[in-house]
C-alpha cells in the first residue's frame, strides 16, 4: 500500500471531545489548511516532527512507520498554514500529502513516489475515519494522543526507551540533545519485570543500587537509593522533593509503583535545579496523568511467601467538554502473612490510594489537583548474624533472633499545580505541596551474645521509637523561546523553597534482656521483664530556598550549550532531650549558603549521535544527625563526566556510555557503634570515578531489551582516621552490570504470546569494618537470573493478559549489606541482610 498517512482533525485543541470533533469535522479543507499556526519544531526524526507537527496543528497523524524509520527533517519555525509545514517537514524526503474532505473528516494522505509532488496522484486511499466514533475496545485506542500526555503516559506504550525527559533540564528536551546521562524506565519495563517496589525497577539503570538504611531492611521503611556511590533518602515525585533528609522517615523500601507512569533518573549533581542533594544524582517519578479517553485496568498478582497485590487504575474525562479530568490508582498488599516471608516472623500489609483531578480551563491554563495516601505496615528485622572469632557462622538465611518488631509508617501527600502558556514561547508553571509522614515501631532486637559455658544465648534489648516529618514545598518556573544572532535559547527562571519539621522521641530498655538460644532459638524466648524508658528525643526544623537560571542555547554547526547557576541558602536549627515534652533548643542555628553552577556541551554531528561533557557543582544539607543529635555539616561536590549517546532505528534503540569524575566532602555513613538510631559519622572527601554504559530500546519489531555496565571505584581521599585514606567507601561493588531481554511474537500463529529473561551481577561488595582499622573485606561476587511469560488475548471487548515472572531462578544466596568484627574473639554479633530467594510471581491483568 501506497498510502502512508492519514490525518483527522479533532478540533481546534487536542483535548476535545467528540461532539468537538463532528463539530470541527464540518471545517472545509481549505479553510483548515489555511488556518496560520506557529510551530517550532527542531530538527531530528521525522516520526518525531511529524508528531509535533500534529500536537500543534489539532490534527493525528497515522503513518507507516517503516517509511519514516531511517528520515529526518531540517525542522520547521515560525507561523505557517498546514500546507506549508507539511510542505517544509517533508521537503527532500520523497513523501508527499493531500487534503480531502467526505462532510464527516478532514484526511491527509501521504504518498511515498519518486519525486516530490503536489498532489497525491498514485497514493492509495485510506479508508475515512468517523472522527465522532467512539473506540469501542483497547486495541481501538491505542494511537490517541490523550491530550497531549505525551508517549510515556501513553498505557498502550510498549517502549524500553523515551525520546524525552524533564529531570535534568525541567524542559521536555529530547535526550539526544541534553548534555546530561539521563535514563527512563518505562511502563513496560516494569510492566514486563513485574516490578513491586523501586529497587526492582532501578536494577534497569547503571550506576544505581537501593540499600537497607545501615543495619534496617527485610521490609522496613528504612532505606536509601545509592547513585555513584553516594546514599541518598531523598527522591523527587514529579519534580518534588519527597525526601526527609536524614530524618529516617524515608519510606524508600515502601515506595508504591501503581500511580507511576515512568522512572527518571539523572546521573550527577542535580543541585542548579533541585538545590540540597547528594551529588550521584537525581531519582524522579513521573505520576500517571489523568488522560482524555477512557482507560481502565486492574491486575491481581499472587506470588511465592503469600505475597498477594491487586491494583487498579482508572481514567478519563469527567464532562463530555473533557475540560475536567481525573485519574485514580489504587493498590492493596498483604505478603509474609500467615505464613511467613523469607525471613522468620517478618510479614506486611500496605494500602494505597491516589486520586488526582485536572481542570483544563481553557486552551493555555490547567490546575491539577493530588492527594496520595499510602498506609505500610512491616517488621524490622536488624540483620543480626552470630559470629565467631570475626567470621559469621552458617546458619539458615530465614532465621530471625528478633521478636515481631512491628513497624507502621503512614504518608499523606497532596500538591497543586497551576501552569498557563502565554503564547507559543512563553510559560509558567508553579507547584504547591504538603506531605506528613508518621512511622511508629516497637522492636525486640539481639543486642549480644552470653556464654553461659553451656550453651550461648542472644540476648535481647526492647525498644520503641516514633517518628514524624511535616514538609511544606513550593516552587515556580517560568520558560520562554526565543532567538538572538542565529542562536535559539530556552531559559528557564525559578525558584523554590521547603521546609521540613522532624521529630523523634526514643524508648529503649538495656538493663533487662530477653534470652533465646542461639543454636536452637525458639520463640519467644524468656519475657521481657521491663518496659522501655525515654532514652532521647530530638526535632529538627529546616528551610531552604534556592533561585536558579538555566538557558539551553542551540549553535550553528550542531552544537548546544547547557548553562545555569543557583543560589542556595539553608537554615538548620534543633533541640534535644530526653522525651519530646522537653526539649532543650541548641544554642546555635547553622545556616550556610552557596551558588552551585553547571555547564555542558553538546555536539550532535548526525541524527544518531551526540558527543557531550559537563560540569556540575553539588551541594547538600547535613545528611542525618551525628550523635547525641546534632546536625550533619553541610557538604559541597565537584563533577566532571564525558560521554556519548547513540540512536537507531528511529529512535527505538538508544545507547548512552560516560566517564565521571566525582568528589564529595564531609560525606555521611551509617553509625555502627550507635545502630538502630538513626546516627551518622562523618568522611572528609570521598572520590567516585567510573564507566557507565546503558543500553534499551527495541533491536527487531517485537525483540526488546536492556542492558547495563557500571565500573566505578569509590574511595576515601580525605579523613581524620588515617586508616581510612585509600579505602573503599560504601557498599557498593566495583562492578555492576545487568541484561533483560523479551520477545513479543509477530506470526499470527504465536500472536499475544512473550517471553524473556535476565541476569543481575554484582562484582565482591565491601563489608562495613566495625573495628575501626579499616580493614578490607567483602563479600563474594554473585548473579541472579530472572524469567517472564507472558500471553495477551481478547475476551469481550477487554483485553487480558496472564504473566509469570520467576526471580533468582537458581535460588542463588547473597547479601545485600553487611558489616563485621573482624577483630573480635569468642562468640558476638555482626550484621547481615539477605537478598530475596527464588520468587515465582504470576499475575492476570484486564484493560477495558
Known amino acids: 500500500m501506497s498510502a502512508t498517512a492519514l490525518a483527522t482533525v479533532l478540533g481546534a485543541l487536542a483535548i476535545g471531545g467528540a461532539d468537538d470533533a463532528r463539530a470541527h469535522a464540518q471545517i472545509p479543507d481549505k479553510e483548515i489548511v489555511e488556518i496560520v499556526r506557529a510551530y517550532s519544531i527542531p530538527a531530528g526524526r521525522m516520526s518525531t516532527a511529524l508528531t509535533r507537527l500534529a500536537d500543534t496543528s489539532g490534527v493525528l497523524i497515522v503513518y507507516d512507520t517503516t517509511l519514516t524509520r531511517t528520515l529526518t527533517t531540517r525542522g520547521l519555525e515560525g507561523t505557517h498554514t498546514l500546507n506549508a509545514a507539511l510542505e517544509e517537514l517533508l521537503s527532500g524526503s520523497g ?64 517502549s524500553y526507551v523515551l525520546p524525552n525527559a524533564s529531570t535534568g533540564t525541567k524542559t521536555d528536551t529530547p535526550v539526544m540533545e541534553t548534555p546530561l546521562n539521563i535514563q527512563s524506565v518505562t511502563q513496560q519495563v516494569l510492566r514486563d519485570q513485574q516490578a513491586i517496589t523501586i529497587e526492582q525497577a532501578l536494577q534497569n539503570v547503571s550506576g544505581v543500587a537501593v540499600g537497607g538504611g545501615g543495619a534496617f531492611g527485610g521490609g ?44 527518571e533518573v539523572l546521573k550527577g549533581p542535580g543541585a542548579t535545579l533541585y538545590g540540597l542533594l547528594e551529588p550521584g544524582g537525581v531519582v524522579n517519578i513521573v505520576t500517571k496523568e489523568p488522560l482524555n479517553a477512557p482507560y481502565y485496568s486492574i491486575d491481581q498478582q499472587i506470588g511465592s511467601f503469600a505475597n498477594y497485590r491487586t491494583t487498579i487504575d482508572a481514567t478519563g474525562p469527567v464532562t463530555k467538554d473533557g475540560d ?39 486552551a493555555a491554563t490547567s490546575v491539577k489537583l493530588e492527594v496520595q495516601y499510602d498506609e505500610n505496615r512491616s517488621a524490622i528485622t536488624f540483620g543480626s548474624t552470630p559470629a565467631f572469632n570475626g567470621q559469621f557462622l552458617s546458619l539458615p538465611r530465614n532465621r530471625n533472633y528478633s521478636e515481631h518488631s512491628p513497624d507502621t509508617l ?55 521509637s516514633a517518628r514524624q516529618q511535616t514538609a511544606f514545598s513550593t516552587n515556580v518556573d517560568v520558560v520562554g523561546h526565543f532567538d538572538t544572532f542565529g542562536a535559539k535559547h530556552t531559559l528557564l527562571l525559578g525558584g523554590d523553597f521547603y521546609r521540613s519539621s522532624t521529630g523523634s522521641q526514643n524508648f529503649i530498655n538495656f538493663t533487662s534482656f530477653s534470652e533465646i538460644d542461639l543454636f536452637n532459638p525458639v520463640h519467644p524466648g524468656t519475657p521481657f521483664l521491663a518496659a522501655p524508658v525515654p532514652s532521647g528525643a530530638v526535632s529538627n526544623l529546616q528551610d531552604t530556598a534556592g533561585f536558579y537560571l538555566q538557558d539551553q542555547i542551540k549553535l550553528p554547526y550542531d552544537f548546544s550549550i547547557l548553562a545555569g547557576a543557583r543560589y542556595q541558602y539553608i537554615q538548620q536549627k534543633s533541640a534535644s532531650g530526653l522525651t519530646a515534652d522537653a526539649l532543650t533548643p541548641s544554642d546555635k542555628v547553622t ?48 563533577e566532571f563526566e564525558a560521554g556519548v549517546k547513540l540512536e537507531w532505528f528511529d529512535g527505538r534503540l538508544r545507547a548512552t556510555a560516560d566517564y565521571f569524575n566525582l568528589a564529595k566532602t564531609n560525606v555521611p555513613s551509617t553509625d555502627y557503634a550507635h545502630p538502630g538510631l538513626g546516627f551518622v559519622v562523618l568522611t572528609g572527601e570521598v572520590r567516585s570515578k567510573g564507566v557507565e554504559v ?26 581524620e582516621n588515617r586508616a581510612q585514606i585509600g579505602q573503599r567507601f560504601g557498599r557498593d561493588p566495583r562492578n555492576m552490570a545487568s541484561l533483560w531481554s523479551t520477545y513479543e511474537f509477530q506470526t499470527e500463529m504465536l500472536k499475544g504470546l512473550k517471553i524473556g529473561g535476565g541476569a543481575i551481577y554484582r562484582d ?82 484486564a484493560e477495558f
Request: no cysteine; charged share 20%.
Open 694 to 719: 546503558d543500553i534499551q530500546g527495541e533491536i527487531l519489531p517485537g525483540w526488546s531489551m536492556i542492558a547495563t555496565y557500571t565500573n566505578q571505584e569509590v574511595r576515601t581521599t580525605k579523613d
Open 324 to 362: 475536567w479530568l481525573y485519574r485514580l490508582n489504587m493498590s492493596y498488599q498483604n505478603n509474609g502473612a500467615p505464613f511467613g516471608s523469607p525471613i522468620e516472623l517478618i510479614h506486611g500489609q500496605d494500602i494505597f490510594i491516589a486520586p488526582t483531578l485536572k481542570w483544563n480551563i481553557d
Open 220 to 263: 522496613t521503611p528504612y532505606g536509601d537509593i545509592n547513585l555513584r556511590g553516594f546514599a541518598s533518602d531523598v527522591y523527587f515525585r514529579n519534580g518534588f522533593r519527597m525526601g526527609p533528609n536524614g530524618s529516617g522517615i524515608d519510606g524508600i523500601s515502601t515506595i508504591q509503583l501503581a500511580n507511576i507512569s515512568s522512572i
Open 591 to 638: 545556616t550556610a549558603e552557596a551558588v552551585t553552577p553547571r555547564f555542558g556541551l553538546l555536539w550532535r554531528p548526525e541524527q544518531w549521535v551526540s558527543v557531550y561533557g559537563h560540569y556540575a557543582d553539588g551541594f547538600g544539607a547535613g545528611a542525618g544527625r551525628i550523635f547525641p543529635g546534632t546536625p550533619a555539616a553541610p557538604s559541597k561536590a565537584q
Open 764 to 845: 565482591r561488595q565491601p563489608i562495613y569494618d566495625l573495628s575501626g582499622l579499616g580493614l578490607q573485606m567483602s563479600n563474594p561476587a554473585y548473579a541472579t537470573i530472572n524469567l517472564m511469560a507472558a500471553y495477551s488475548f481478547t475476551f469481550s471487548g477487554l483485553k487480558l493478559t496472564a504473566q509469570v515472572n520467576v526471580s533468582n531462578l537458581l535460588d542463588t544466596t547473597y547479601y545485600a549489606e553487611t558489616a563485621l568484627d573482624p577483630t573480635a574473639s569468642g562468640m558476638g554479633l555482626g550484621y547481615r541482610l539477605y537478598g530475596a530467594p527464588r520468587t515465582i510471581l504470576g499475575s492476570l491483568r
Open 95 to 158: 513523501l508527499n500529502y493531500d487534503v480531502a474532505a467526505d462532510g464527516k473528516s478532514v484526511l491527509i494522505v501521504l504518498a511515498q513516489n519518486d519525486g516530490v509532488r503536489s498532489d497525491a496522484v498514485g497514493a492509495e486511499a485510506l479508508p475515512p475515519i468517523d472522527v465522532g466514533a467512539e473506540a469501542r475496545t483497547p486495541a481501538e485506542r491505542r494511537g490517541r494522543d490523550y491530550g497531549g500526555a505525551g508517549a510515556g503516559q501513553d498505557p498502550y506504550n510498549k
Open 410 to 464: 503512614k504518608t499523606f501527600f497532596s500538591a497543586l499545580t497551576w501552569s498557563h502558556q502565554f503564547d507559543n514561547d512563553w510559560s509558567i508553571k508553579q507547584q504547591i505541596a504538603f506531605k506528613r509522614a508518621e512511622d511508629a515501631s516497637s522492636f525486640r532486637l539481639p543486642a549480644f551474645v552470653q556464654d553461659t559455658g553451656t550453651r550461648y544465648l542472644v540476648e535481647r534489648y526492647s525498644g520503641e
